[in-house]
Structures are given as C-alpha cells and as structure tokens.
C-alpha cells in the first residue's frame, strides 16, 4: 500500500522540488496534496482522504510549522510529521520535536534520504539529518542549552481564558454561553477582546497562541 503523504510549504520553488523528490518513487508514495501554509494544511486534513506524513516547513506566514504540528498532533495524532527546513539550529530542533515531530530533514537532503525517513517515521521510528542528530545528541546531554519561549499571559482574564478553553473543545456560541451562563453576545465579545490581544485573526490561531504560552 502507498505511503499518503502532503507537503506543507510556502514556498512553491521548494515545494516544487519536495514534489520532484516524492515522484521519484511513485510505487511507494502518492501525495495527496500541497498546502502553503499551517492553516491551509489543516483545513486541506479536512477535506481530503487520509495522510500518512506531512512534510512540514517550519517558517511559514499565517500558521508555523511548529504550530501547525502542535495542533495536528492534537487533532490528528495518527498522521506522523517531518520537519523540512534549511534550519538547523538547537532551538528549533528543540521546540520540533517537542510539538511532536518524528523526524527532522534538511531541505538539500537527497530523495532516498526522505523517503528512508518517510518509510521509518510510518514505522513508527524517527529520522533526522546527521548534523541535527548531532545537535539532538548534544541537547540530551545538556538540556538546559535549549529553552522553550517565554509564555506571557497577554493580559487575558479569567473569563477569557474560560472562553478559549470552551472553544477548545470545539464548542458554539451557543453551548459557551450556556456552560458559562453568560449570553452569546458576550461570548462574542470575550472573543473579539481576545483576537485585540492576542493579535490573531480567529479561533484556530487563538487556540494554538493559547496553547503555546500555556494559557490553556
């Protein structure tokens, strides 16, 4: 059976040659499709059939990499993630597999390599480039090298936060309103202050911001 995996990856040059890398071996892999950016990725998860991988970048507009995988780990955790990037650096290496990734390439890695990794991350195995296998090595060794961001609390209220965790759940209006016995249009309100705050442009990127600095 083929191996269904999508690329995540705004730039199209690139996701060109990820594509190129992919059709070289099309009796064991069919993609499924290319989304340009986190939030795109998750909503193409929705209305597509079933992935197996994603391969994900990292530096993306609208929805990172590492967001992204946070949040799919969390909606979909039976899909596996390897991180593409021309990063190579602790923190991110770090903060990668710490949102769950199984694997961390370097894009100039050569097509047997990603598809090695692809085949051992559906395994259930890992795989990373030498040189960021290096790097893990040493932040095993000296876990305090990497650190993960400061979290701030962006002046969100009580209320707030109970908002954010109802809409976490993937509750309405409607049902928010009736679980924290206020009226909808305050529900709406709560929202939009949190939006101002957050600097996010609706309930997913909320979400994930929440998430990231532990609010919820």
Avoid: C, W
């Avoid at 071996?25 to 989304?35: H, K, M, R, S, V």
């Avoid at 390439?105 to 559906?122: F, G, Y």
């Avoid at 701030?152 to 209220?157: H, K, M, N, V």
């Avoid at 409607?174 to 996010?200: G, M, Q, W």
Wanted: net charge negative.
């Amino acid at each position: 059976m083929k191996i269904r995996v999508a690329i995540a990856e705004d730039n199209s040059f690139l996701a060109q040659s990820i594509k190129e890398k992919l059709e070289l071996f099309p009796e064991d892999i069919e993609l499924i499709f290319i989304a340009s950016n986190g939030e795109e990725l998750l909503e193409l998860l929705d209305q597509s059939g079933p992935v197996d991988v994603v391969l994900m970048d990292i530096e993306m507009p609208r929805m990172d990499g590492i967001q992204a995988t946070r949040f799919l780990r969390e909606k979909h955790p039976q899909i596996k993630i390897l991180m593409q990037t021309v990063f190579d650096d602790e923190q991110r290496i770090y903060d990668a597999v710490n949102a769950g990734a199984m694997g961390y390439l370097l894009k100039d890695e050569p097509p047997h390599k990603v598809i090695e990794s692809i085949r051992a991350v559906v395994a259930g195995g890992a795989s990373m480039s030498e040189s960021v296998m290096a790097k893990s090595l040493e932040l095993l060794r000296n876990p305090d090298r990497a650190k993960t961001s400061k979290s701030e609390d962006f002046g969100l209220t009580e209320r707030e936060i109970d908002v954010l965790q109802q809409i976490r759940q993937g509750l309405e209006y409607r049902e928010i309103s009736a679980n924290l016995f206020i009226s909808p249009s305050t529900v709406r309100k709560h929202l939009e202050n949190i939006y101002r705050k957050l600097d996010v442009n609706n309930k997913m990127q909320a979400v994930n911001k929440a998430i990231e600095n532990k609010l919820i």
